[in-house]
């Protein structure tokens, strides 16, 4: 459903708990977390969401480094980009949303699909160990993720990819910081 925009929660709230720092934040994972996996996603800005999202692309065999972590974390946001696409599309088709609505969802489906675009690209990178073509792909990223929540804004409607688009913006964050900070070739 499709709604005037609303005053947003508290960016510093966590399933309406506000956390004072990282330690209460690291204190509300599950037990058994690998500590190298906790060490990398502390120094990203959304350490919670990095370990969340990337647990399950990294198997029991798979050395928890950065360039992992970093893949697993590309990896999510392929998996979350294409749930969100698979919404917005399924949105679009749908005969009672409204029709000067379905053009700022089009926007949505090319946004998702240049994230998914970007993500092939960051993969290539990473395979041809071409840290500037990474950083330039993953930074796209930080660009294309505004866009669906814009076009809503520009039309004074909340996004109904609110909830998804700010998941998937915590992960592209993390990934950029992982792959600009921490990987190196």
């Known amino acids: 459903m ?11 709230a966590f399933d309406g708990i ?13 037990s058994g977390v690998n500590p190298a996996l906790q060490q990398i996603c502390g120094n990203t ?3 919670v969401e990095c370990i969340i999202a990337t647990m399950p692309f990294l198997d029991e ?12 974390g590309i ?16 949105l679009s088709m749908d005969p009672t949303t409204p029709k000067n609505v379905v053009p700022i969802l089009q926007t949505c489906i090319d ?3 240049s994230i998914l675009n970007s993500d092939q690209k960051s993969f290539e990178a ?4 071409n840290l500037v073509q990474l950083s330039t792909e993953l930074g796209a990223n930080v660009e294309n993720i505004l866009g669906c929540d814009n076009a809503f804004k520009q039309a004074k ?5 609110k909830e998804m688009d700010a998941m998937l913006g915590k992960i592209i964050s993390n990934t950029l910081t992982i792959g600009v900070d921490m990987v190196h070739f």
Do not use: C, G, R, W
């Open 2 to 12: 499709i709604e005037v925009m609303s005053e947003s929660p508290s960016p510093f």
């Open 18 to 30: 506000t956390l004072e720092s990282i330690d209460n934040l690291l204190s509300i994972l599950p």
């Open 45 to 47: 800005d959304h350490p």
């Open 61 to 72: 065999k798979t050395p928890i480094e950065p360039l992992s972590v970093l893949k697993a």
């Open 75 to 90: 990896e999510a946001m392929d998996s979350q980009t294409k749930d969100a696409l698979a919404e917005v599309t399924k």
């Open 111 to 113: 946004v998702y699909n």
């Open 126 to 129: 990473i395979s041809n160990h």
């Open 157 to 161: 409607l909340e996004s109904p990819m």
